[in-house]
């Protein structure tokens, strides 16, 4: 597991300021040998990370544009069961949610994180061109005699989704630490948190625009101009990204070799030493050479660092399981009330909206108002503590949800309080209570993730081990995966234990969906104070692996010198075109 080079052990680059084609290079450059100017002394190179984010904002465009209507394409187009549909969607966002770990090993172990994203950003672009060729009414066009037979588009489509949804693990995985790369020692500490918090926020920019604008068109136009869309943007990103590589704008990384196998190896025989280890002296510290083992102290350090970080990741499990309600409960609930306010009638999945417009303006908020006055007072806001913030709300979401269950159960039964609706050709009993009672349901979820998502993000980059940050990002991804299967599966074992009088039978009213969400608040609630317990015991580590105060913010580990320096944001250098260690020049 090979440390970064110091910026004097590596060799001068080019005047684009990086030296793609020394494969041994470990940290980006920024001038050569002549040049007396420190890292510290340059600015983060903004074009190619903003290049780099491009992928994945267009990464989501295409999943969302694909998933939220990938039902609807399905029974209606391609003459799928409901059944069949709903089996093939749960597939694609499964898969898409569980391959991330293995896009962190290719890029880590094999071909590195560049390499790693233009393979799987062009698989992308493949995958829905061929989507887009599914969707295509060529007969229309070209005449039947001129056109592939349905046969062909049939057995093509599943190939399609398959291909996009291991791209997306590929992306994920190394998109975000990839990017954070190309500025690493360039970024002080307050310009690090703003940028996982943006790149939060060009994300969401992306998932709005594919529910706004691109649902929309897949419904009342055309389904192949959607997928088309995301298509044209995913080729102009990849292009983009082999264009800055070509010209020596990205620090191209290399891969570390096989360091999970080496860290599977450390495991196998810290185990095999349990009981012939010496007095004093751990499981895992048995197996350094200096005890006789076979591997490097600094080897064994990073996969105790793995055993840190792994806890966190699965207390977030659970609140994946609230974030995916959005998507299922949430929906269920808003199907049955009133979506009319006159002639206009709110489409459900319209609600999404909130959550997304929520992230879209907390994130400036919180960037550029809230987290600067709390340096200037003196309050700091450690990561975890962040992702604790967000978990609260997020429990506080399902208890809202919990309380307009009760809410419209009640107006069902009162008189004149329940009518017929029409929903997308199905007809259900509503309550009459206005559907934006759930707003600060999807709202509050929405300010949950500006702390979970970002804070979660920076904490993976800052607390894995250099040589496995593929990988621990696949793994964060991985928690979206095990929290949606968590969720099913909790839902199976309830409508079992229930029988016969089901919380969450196939009628929502004929159910108790107000103790699904009491008892999501309750398990929220337990797991909240686990995750207080190891948050308040948690040792933060630095970028250079060394431990710090478990009480210290890690956010305050690589302040600079001048502390007006560090208080920049990322947003700050971009307006004025300058780094933000030059603030105060």
Same mark, same amino acid.
């Given at each position: 597991?090979?440390?970064?080079?110091?910026?004097?052990?590596?060799?001068?680059?080019?005047?684009?300021?990086?030296?793609?084609?020394?494969?041994?290079?470990?940290?980006?450059?920024?001038?050569?040998?002549?040049?007396? =100017?420190?890292?510290?002394?340059?600015?983060?190179?903004?074009?190619? @990370?903003?290049?780099?984010?491009?992928?994945?904002?267009?990464?989501?465009?295409?999943?969302?544009?694909?998933?939220?209507?990938?039902?609807?394409?399905?029974?209606?187009?391609?003459?799928?069961?409901?059944?069949?549909?709903?089996?093939?969607?749960?597939?694609?966002?499964?898969?898409?949610?569980?391959?991330?770990?293995?896009?962190?090993?290719?890029?880590?172990?094999?071909?590195?994180?560049?390499?790693?994203?233009?393979?799987?950003?062009?698989?992308?672009?493949?995958?829905?061109?061929?989507?887009?060729?599914?969707?295509?009414?060529?007969?229309?066009?070209?005449?039947?005699?001129?056109?592939?037979?349905?046969?062909?588009?049939?057995?093509?489509?599943?190939?399609?989704?398959?291909?996009?949804?291991?791209?997306?693990?590929?992306?994920?995985?190394?998109?975000?630490?990839?990017?954070?790369?190309?500025?690493?020692?360039?970024?002080?500490?307050?310009?690090?948190?703003?940028?996982?918090?943006?790149?939060?926020?060009?994300?969401?920019?992306?998932? &709005?625009?594919?529910?706004?604008?691109?649902?929309?068109?897949?419904?009342?136009?055309? &389904?192949?101009?959607?997928?088309?869309?995301?298509?044209?943007?995913?080729?102009?990103?990849?292009?983009?990204?082999?264009?800055?590589?070509?010209?020596?704008?990205?620090?191209?990384?290399?891969?570390?070799?096989?360091?999970?196998?080496?860290?599977?190896? @450390?495991?196998?025989?810290?185990?095999?030493?349990?009981?012939?280890?010496?007095?004093?002296?751990?499981?895992?510290?048995?197996?350094?050479?200096?005890?006789?083992?076979?591997?490097?102290?600094?080897?064994?350090?990073?996969?105790?660092?793995?055993?840190?970080?792994?806890?966190?990741? $699965?207390?977030?499990?659970?609140?994946?399981?609230?974030?995916?309600?959005?998507?299922?409960?949430?929906?269920?609930?808003?199907?049955?009330?009133?979506?009319?306010?006159?002639?206009?009638?709110?489409?459900?999945?319209?609600?999404?909206?909130?959550?997304?417009?929520?992230? $879209?303006?907390?994130?400036?908020?919180?960037?550029?108002?809230?987290?600067?006055?709390?340096?200037?007072?003196?309050?700091?806001?450690?990561?975890?503590?962040?992702?604790?913030?967000?978990?609260?709300?997020?429990?506080?979401?399902?208890?809202?949800?919990?309380?307009?269950?009760?809410?419209?159960?009640?107006? $069902?039964?009162?008189?004149?309080? =329940?009518?017929?609706?029409?929903?997308?050709?199905?007809?259900?009993?509503?309550?009459?209570?206005?559907?934006?009672?759930?707003?600060?349901?999807?709202?509050?979820?929405?300010?949950?993730?500006?702390?979970?998502?970002?804070?979660?993000?920076?904490?993976?980059?800052?607390?894995?081990?250099?040589?496995?940050?593929?990988?621990? &990002?696949?793994?964060?991804?991985?928690?979206?995966?095990?929290?949606?299967?968590?969720?099913? @599966?909790?839902?199976?074992?309830?409508?079992?234990?229930?029988?016969?009088?089901?919380?969450?039978?196939?009628?929502?009213?004929?159910?108790?969906?107000?103790?699904?969400? $009491?008892?999501?608040?309750?398990?929220?609630?337990?797991?909240?104070?686990?995750?207080?317990?190891?948050?308040?015991?948690?040792?933060?580590?630095?970028?250079?692996?060394?431990?710090?105060?478990?009480?210290?913010?890690?956010?305050?580990?690589?302040?600079?010198?001048?502390?007006?320096?560090?208080?920049?944001?990322?947003?700050?250098?971009?307006?004025?075109?300058?780094?933000?260690?030059?603030?105060?020049?």
């Amino acid at each position: 597991m090979t440390e970064l080079r110091t910026v004097d052990e590596v060799p001068s680059g080019p005047s684009s300021g990086y030296n793609s084609d020394d494969d041994t290079e470990r940290t980006p450059l920024i001038g050569s040998n002549n040049d007396s =100017a420190t890292t510290n002394d340059r600015k983060p190179p903004f074009v190619p @990370i903003i290049g780099i984010f491009s992928i994945e904002v267009c990464e989501r465009v295409a999943y969302y544009a694909t998933v939220a209507n990938l039902v609807l394409f399905c029974t209606r187009d391609l003459d799928y069961t409901s059944t069949e549909a709903v089996t093939l969607s749960l597939l694609f966002t499964g898969l898409g949610c569980t391959v991330p770990p293995l896009g962190g090993v290719l890029a880590d172990s094999l071909i590195g994180k560049y390499r790693a994203i233009c393979v799987t950003a062009f698989l992308h672009f493949v995958g829905m061109a061929c989507m887009v060729a599914v969707a295509f009414p060529f007969e229309s066009y070209f005449g039947p005699e001129n056109s592939p037979s349905k046969e062909t588009l049939d057995s093509i489509f599943p190939v399609a989704l398959v291909v996009v949804a291991i791209a997306t693990g590929g992306i994920k995985a190394n998109v975000s630490p990839f990017a954070a790369q190309q500025a690493q020692g360039m970024m002080g500490a307050q310009t690090e948190r703003s940028f996982f918090n943006w790149y939060f926020w060009f994300l969401n920019v992306g998932t &709005f625009f594919s529910i706004a604008v691109l649902s929309y068109i897949e419904q009342d136009i055309a &389904f192949w101009i959607g997928f088309l869309v995301p298509t044209i943007l995913m080729f102009c990103a990849c292009a983009n990204l082999m264009l800055m590589g070509c010209l020596g704008k990205v620090y191209k990384d290399s891969p570390n070799g096989s360091v999970l196998l080496k860290t599977f190896k @450390i495991l196998f025989f810290s185990v095999g030493n349990v009981c012939k280890r010496r007095h004093g002296v751990g499981c895992l510290d048995s197996v350094k050479l200096e005890n006789g083992g076979s591997f490097p102290a600094e080897d064994v350090e990073d996969v105790k660092m793995l055993g840190k970080i792994v806890p966190v990741f $699965l207390l977030q499990i659970m609140y994946r399981t609230v974030f995916f309600q959005m998507q299922t409960t949430y929906f269920l609930q808003g199907e049955r009330m009133k979506l009319n306010f006159g002639t206009f009638e709110t489409p459900v999945a319209a609600l999404n909206l909130f959550y997304v417009v929520t992230v $879209l303006l907390f994130v400036p908020l919180m960037d550029r108002v809230v987290y600067p006055a709390m340096d200037r007072c003196g309050v700091n806001l450690p990561l975890l503590k962040r992702i604790g913030i967000g978990m609260t709300l997020g429990m506080v979401s399902v208890a809202w949800a919990a309380m307009v269950e009760t809410l419209r159960k009640h107006t $069902l039964i009162s008189p004149g309080g =329940a009518f017929q609706q029409d929903v997308g050709g199905e007809t259900f009993t509503a309550a009459n209570m206005c559907i934006l009672w759930q707003i600060p349901q999807f709202a509050l979820v929405g300010c949950g993730e500006v702390f979970v998502m970002a804070a979660g993000s920076q904490f993976a980059y800052s607390q894995a081990p250099k040589t496995l940050r593929g990988v621990v &990002f696949g793994c964060f991804a991985l928690t979206f995966a095990f929290g949606s299967f968590f969720g099913s @599966i909790l839902v199976d074992v309830l409508n079992q234990m229930t029988a016969g009088a089901e919380w969450l039978p196939d009628e929502l009213n004929d159910g108790h969906a107000d103790y699904f969400f $009491l008892l999501l608040t309750g398990l929220m609630a337990i797991n909240l104070l686990v995750f207080a317990y190891v948050a308040t015991n948690y040792n933060y580590v630095t970028n250079e692996n060394a431990d710090v105060d478990k009480h210290t913010n890690v956010d305050d580990v690589n302040h600079s010198d001048d502390e007006n320096l560090s208080k920049s944001s990322l947003i700050d250098s971009i307006e004025l075109g300058k780094s933000p260690l030059h603030m105060t020049a």
